[in-house]
T-cell receptor, first 114, second 111 residues
Framework: DAMVIQNPRYQVTQFGKPVTLSCSQT?????MYWYQQKSSQAPKLLFH???????NEADTPDNFQSRRPNTSFCFLDIRSPGLGDAAMYLC?????????????FGSGTQLSVL | RKEVEQDPGPFNVPEGATVAFNCTYS??????FFWYRQDCRKEPKLLMS???SGNEDGRFTAQLNRASQYISLLIRDSKLSDSATYLC????????????FGQGTTLQVKP
C-alpha cells in the first residue's frame, strides 16, 4: 500500500492560473518535503515542514506556497504558474531530521503549464 | 560549483558487466550519504546508505572517501532491470533535514 500519496498524477494548468497539488501520508512522519524536479535535473528542495514549523529554502520563489493543515496532509500552491514551473513535483516524508533519516517519496505530480 | 556533482552519462553496458559511478560533494562537513534509484518518470527510491567503512548489499557496493570528498557505487553482474538513473544524495552538517541531490547518472544495461 502506498504510504505517501500524491494527487493527481498528472496536472495541467494554464499560464497564470493558480494550482494546488496535494500530498498525504499514512506514516505519521514529522517531516514533509516538497521537491521540484525538471527534466534531467536533480530534485530541488522547495520547502519542508517539521510538524507545523515551515522552513522555506532561500531560493524558492514567492510564487510557491505550502500548507500543512494536519500531520497527514501537505499542499503545494502555485499562485501564478509560469511556463518555467512545468516539472515533476515530489512530496516526501521522513520520521525526523536526524542524520540517517530516510526519505519516503510519493509517486509525484507531473505539472504541465499551457 | 554544484554542491553534488555526477557524470550524467549515459553509461551503456552489456548484461553481466561491472559498472561504477562516482559522485563528488563540495561541503566537507557533510555527514550522511545515500544512493537513490530513479526510474523514468517515477519517484526516487532509496537504494542504500553509504557508510564510512563502505557497505555492500548483494551486487551493490557503496564507498565513501571523505578525504577526497567522493562517493562511489559499484554494480556487479549488471541486470537489465538495473537500467535507471542513480542519484547521489548528501546531507549537510546541520540538523535541518536538507538532502542535496546530484543530477543523477543514467545506466542502460543492454542484452
Amino acid at each position: 500500500d502506498a504510504m505517501v500519496i500524491q494527487n493527481p498524477r498528472y496536472q495541467v494548468t494554464q499560464f497564470g492560473k493558480p494550482v494546488t497539488l496535494s500530498c498525504s501520508q499514512t506514516l505519521n512522519h514529522n517531516v514533509m518535503y516538497w521537491y521540484q524536479q525538471k527534466s534531467s535535473q536533480a530534485p530541488k528542495l522547495l520547502f519542508h515542514y517539521y510538524d507545523k514549523d515551515f522552513n522555506n529554502e532561500a531560493d524558492t520563489p514567492d510564487n510557491f506556497q505550502s500548507r500543512r493543515p494536519n500531520t497527514s496532509f501537505c499542499f503545494l500552491d502555485i499562485r501564478s504558474p509560469g511556463l518555467g514551473d512545468a516539472a515533476m513535483y515530489l512530496c516526501a516524508t521522513s520520521r525526523d531530521l536526524g542524520d540517517n533519516e530516510k526519505l519516503f517519496f510519493g509517486s509525484g505530480t507531473q505539472l504541465s503549464v499551457l | 560549483r554544484k554542491e553534488v556533482e555526477q557524470d550524467p552519462g549515459p553509461f551503456n553496458v552489456p548484461e553481466g558487466a561491472t559498472v561504477a559511478f562516482n559522485c563528488t560533494y563540495s561541503n566537507s562537513a557533510s555527514q550522511s550519504f545515500f544512493w537513490y534509484r530513479q526510474d523514468c518518470r517515477k519517484e526516487p527510491k532509496l537504494l542504500m546508505s553509504v557508510y564510512s567503512s563502505g557497505n555492500e548489499d548483494g551486487r551493490f557496493t557503496a564507498q565513501l572517501n571523505r578525504a577526497s570528498q567522493y562517493i562511489s557505487l559499484l554494480i556487479r553482474d549488471s541486470k537489465l532491470s538495473d537500467s535507471a538513473t542513480y542519484l547521489c544524495v548528501v546531507k549537510g552538517s546541520s540538523n535541518t533535514g536538507k538532502l542535496i541531490f546530484g543530477q543523477g547518472t543514467t545506466l542502460q544495461v543492454k542484452p
